[in-house]
């Protein structure tokens, strides 16, 4: 399945017949990614527990609905994943498949015979199924959005991630990058002025902000499983996509629009976390986030400079802000006793109750 991971493809398939396979299909639905998934994860600030853009929680779902596709097509009675039973992608795969193929059985030989992860690599090994270096080292997903990273020596939480971990975030530049993205209807459509669709956009992002050494996460998470887990992901583009998003919904909604967009901002992430994609609510906050994207238009300039993002400046035909209003130099100014009168009843519930309890 092509969601935009560096893979190669043609391995894939050769390892796939290696296993036993009897047929093979190469699945590209990057584009389809890009536009149904990830657009909404940048309209909705997805960040699950303020920290990770979902990366592999979002390609989840799709994979799942390509799989079901292929095992219609195949009049296949049982789709076969190779989660375990400790992780969220079971939760994922299995509600997926269940939503869309209630009646093709799921078959999880990990799950099903309680295997270890080190239990696993011997059994490819046996099997002569090639798993690289990298990945008898970490259990690594990829996709268009991010890379997680997990790992036997890199669970306890109190030791520093081996550079070796790290692919996308290498520091190979110094110094500051500035860049200028432009958004139209929420959605990022240029950088530095230059058009480019989403997906390609997305790619370039994170080569390019990567190669400053910016993208890293690392962060204690609470897995819908149960239990708490060291999570480290690189996902520069997911990190400076988003930021810029949010600045520019805080330049253009009004306060209550921005506290309810930041209710169905999380309330989606969760969701989207927990496997719960094809939830009916999930279409609604899809439906409300473009209504209120509609606004979000204009440009969002940032500064990477290492591991660290700045924004340096936005502008929107729909900006809230006006400086008629709001400067301390010219146009519009309140008088004395316009302000006296806001400020009196303004405060008016918390001093009237102070005075009523005497303190
Ligand atoms: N903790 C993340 C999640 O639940 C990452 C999972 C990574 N999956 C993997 N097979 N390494 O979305």
Known sequence: ???????????????????????????????????EFVSYAIKLNALYEGSYPLS????????????????????????????????NDQVRFDLAIKALAPNVRILAPARVWG?????????????GIPVTAEHAKYSIDENLWGRSIEGEDISDPSVVVPEDAFLWTKRLREGKLELLIEFKEGVPISVNG?????????????????????????????????????????APAALLLISSHIDLEKTVYTPLELR???????????????????????????????????????????????????????????????????????????????????????GLHSLHALRVRGM
Do not use: C
């Not at 390609?59 to 296949?76: N, T």
């Open 1 to 35: 399945m092509d969601v935009g991971q560096p893979d190669d493809f043609s391995a894939i398939e050769k390892r796939a017949y290696a296993a036993g396979s009897s047929k093979h299909y190469t699945v590209d639905a990057k584009q389809e990614f890009a536009r």
């Open 194 to 234: 230059e058009r480019m669709e989403l997906s390609a956009l997305i790619k370039y992002l994170n080569v390019l902000a990567g190669s400053y050494g910016f993208g890293r996460v690392d962060h204690v998470e609470n897995r819908v499983v149960g239990f708490k887990s060291r999570e480290v992901y690189e």
């Open 56 to 87: 592999t929680a979002l390609a989840r779902p799709l994979i799942a609905k390509k799989a079901v596709e292929v095992a219609k097509r195949e009049e296949a009675e049982a789709i076969a994943h190779g989660s375990t039973s400790k992780g």
């Open 115 to 127: 295997m270890t992860r080190e239990e696993e690599l011997s059994f490819a090994k046996a099997k």
């Open 260 to 346: 309810f967009k930041r209710e169905i901002d999380s309330l989606w992430s969760d969701l989207v976390y927990r496997g719960l994609w094809f939830e009916p609510l999930r279409t609604v906050l899809e439906r409300t986030a473009n209504e209120l994207n509609r606004w979000i238009e204009g440009e969002v300039k940032v500064e990477v400079e290492g591991p660290g993002l700045k924004i340096l400046g936005r502008r929107s035909q729909f900006s809230g802000l006006s400086e008629e209003i709001s400067s301390y130099n010219k146009g519009w100014y309140p008088t004395d006793e316009m302000a006296r009168g806001f400020i009196e009843m303004w």
